[in-house]
């Protein structure tokens, strides 16, 4: 049954990506011609591989029973996890070279999210599921999966797609576009309030969701607030830079290997060391009872500790891509004598901003939150799957690579610690 990742049938088209099409007949005919290596290990799919071949790769390890290795160049001398099913890599977004890890899952951890993912986006049999980025990265792999499962068609045509699976950076491309889909499922960053109503405005309903490589889906929003996904259990246990979210679930990974920040006790809670608070719904507001609603503030790594407020710099970003003038930003902490750490912001301006105006506009932001040095790229970096590369930035920062805007906020560090 090909691992349960085929859906469809026949002359049903199953996949459009890489300037090639397959219906399903065809796909199937594919998957049972492969030929993996006769070492009996690990089938490895490297970055380049075609998003075709890709695919058909991972359905015939799937249906055979070899693990299936996505995104590397080959098997890593770490043995992967008993139960390995599917090998794949993180954006490596933290990492100063990007260097990806390795997540290790079996099928059925994907294969239970499938149902509650469709009736969250509407996806069935008939949608065109656009795939925004590369399939060596754990999302979008996962999106083709699920339209197949759906017996619907995976595509990356531009003009083509219902539904998009996308980060916010790859979402406000597409809706520079010409043709926008009915339904965006959004995932790797928080969305500012420009970005959703850029897609109102274009008529596209977003459904949110926030997950890692190694836990999978955790939360979704269709509207009112982050909510746990279906089967998910979330705790919020307190740490020394705030509350971190721990779940349980039928999606988590076996395991990482190459390090990484994924954490589990006991219970069958994991972490990867994302802070969350609670925030009350709408319902809860009325005086219903409701689920949870919570808000995802960030990595706890990117903790920055300034003047003895910590500040998490996910945060800082989310506030300054709101502003006038900026695009989107990168912001890293760096020593500072007098207030222990300071920020450093890296900003890709919007057209025809002037550095000023972005200066001006950040005198909006509470004096913790304020960064201290302004520098200018003229398009910051992303890793694979769309994130902000903020390891690249900070080793691009620190070989002087990115011009100082130079207007000064000095007159304002008075205020850090006051």
Do not use: C, N
């Not at 890293?332 to 890296?346: I, N, S």
């Not at 890793?383 to 690249?392: D, I, L, N, V, Y």
Request: glycine content about 12%; proline content about 8%.
């Amino acid at each position: 049954m090909s691992g349960g990742w085929l859906g469809g049938a026949g002359g049903r088209p199953a996949l459009a990506l890489g300037g090639r099409t397959l219906d399903y007949r065809a796909l199937g005919r594919a998957v049972a011609a492969f030929e993996p290596p006769d070492d009996g290990g690990a089938i490895v799919v490297r970055p380049e591989a075609h998003p075709v071949e890709t695919i058909v790769a991972v359905i015939a390890g799937l249906e055979r029973g070899r693990p299936v290795l996505v995104g590397a160049d080959a098997v890593p001398a770490e043995p992967l996890p008993a139960g390995t099913e599917l090998a794949l890599t993180t954006s490596g977004s933290s990492a100063p070279s990007g260097r990806p890890r390795i997540v290790a899952r079996s099928s059925a951890s994907w294969l239970a999210s499938s149902a509650p993912l469709a009736e969250a986006t509407g996806a069935g049999p008939d949608s065109v599921v656009r795939i925004s980025g590369p399939l060596h990265v754990s999302m979008y792999l996962y999106a083709a999966l699920h339209a197949l499962q759906l017996g619907a068609t995976a595509s990356d045509e531009p003009d083509r797609g219902t539904i998009v699976h996308a980060t916010p950076t790859r979402l406000a491309r597409l809706l520079d576009g010409p043709a926008a889909p009915r339904t965006a499922a959004v995932a790797g960053a928080a969305l500012h309030d420009g970005l959703r109503a850029r897609a109102a405005a274009r008529g596209v309903r977003l459904v949110e969701y926030y997950g890692a490589a190694e836990l999978s889906f955790v939360a979704i929003d269709e509207g009112d607030g982050l909510r746990p996904f279906p089967g998910v259990e979330i705790e919020l246990r307190p740490s020394a830079v705030g509350s971190e979210l721990w779940a349980r679930s039928p999606y988590l990974a076996l395991g990482v290997v190459g390090g990484g920040m994924l954490r589990r006790d006991a219970h069958g809670f994991a972490t990867v060391g994302d802070l969350a608070e609670p925030v009350e719904s709408d319902a809860g507001r009325r005086g219903g009872s409701g689920e949870p609603r919570f808000r995802i503030l960030g990595r706890g790594d990117a903790a920055i500790t300034v003047a003895g407020e910590t500040v998490l710099a996910e945060d800082v970003e989310r506030r300054l891509g709101e502003l006038p003038g900026i695009a989107t930003a990168i912001v890293l902490g760096e020593p500072d004598g007098l207030l222990g750490q300071r920020l450093v912001a890296v900003v890709e301006l919007a057209t025809p901003a002037e550095p000023e105006l972005v200066l001006a506009a950040a005198q909006a932001l509470p004096p913790a939150w304020r960064p201290r040095r302004w520098h200018r790229a003229e398009a910051l970096p992303t890793t694979p799957s769309g994130k902000p590369a903020r390891g690249a930035v900070a080793s691009a920062l620190a070989a002087g690579r990115y011009p100082r805007i130079a207007s000064s906020v000095a007159a304002h560090e008075a205020e850090v610690g006051a």
